[in-house]
């Protein structure tokens, strides 16, 4: 308990920072306590546990979805299993996300899709079992407090750009998600403007 603890404090620094990096690109030049709230008041860190499968064909894993957080940030051990899909791709390709020993992978999630108005668009993807060794994966998911409201930033739309997404509230969102089984990216049709 006390590692999961220190390694979240660590992480927070570097959530953060990345934040910083990922809002200067939509002209957003601080993280205030307001905007602290909506992108990162309430960070989950997960453990999950694949075990070994004989035929990992047969098995779902965890299907394919984008998370609704603003970013995840994902700590993956060594046996693989997790899988990207190619924006755009007709063909349906996956593309598998080599673990790097000591590096983090950054997931864009839903949020910051909404947020920046599509400038950023969330990651589709997928955890696949694996056939020789099991696999455990360590993801924080940065969320907005429950209560925030989540839409385009203003600092987006100074250009005068069309907003694509309305204001939602992110209790709204996350109950929308978890209701449905996962489905790709279909979730984020929740927040859209239908006009």
Excluded at 8 to 33: F, S, Y
Excluded at 34 to 50: P, S, V
Excluded at 65 to 83: A, C, E, K, M, R
Aim: include cysteine; glycine fraction near 6%; charge should be negative.
């Amino acid at each position: 308990m006390h590692e999961a603890i220190e390694y979240m404090k660590r992480a927070e620094i570097v959530i953060k920072r990345l934040l910083q990096v990922l809002l200067d690109k939509l002209n957003v030049k601080e993280i205030d306590k307001e905007n602290e709230h909506m992108l990162m008041g309430a960070m989950r860190l997960n453990f999950n546990y694949y075990p070994k499968c004989p035929n990992p064909e047969l098995t779902a894993g965890v299907g394919r979805h984008s998370d609704i957080s603003t970013i995840t940030v994902l700590l993956q051990d060594d046996s693989g299993g997790l899988f990207v899909h190619r924006e755009g791709d007709i063909t349906d390709s996956w593309i598998h996300v080599p673990p790097v020993n000591g590096a983090l992978v950054i997931n864009v999630g839903d949020v910051l899709q909404i947020m920046s108005n599509d400038l950023y668009k969330s990651v589709e993807h997928r955890a696949v079992p694996n056939r020789n060794t099991s696999r455990i994966s360590i993801p924080i998911f940065v969320n907005p407090e429950p209560q925030a409201l989540i839409g385009p930033l203003p600092q987006v739309l100074e250009s005068g750009e069309r907003p694509i997404y309305k204001q939602v509230k992110y209790s709204d969102y996350f109950s929308h998600f978890f209701s449905k089984p996962h489905d790709g990216k279909k979730a984020i049709e929740f927040a859209k403007l239908h006009v």
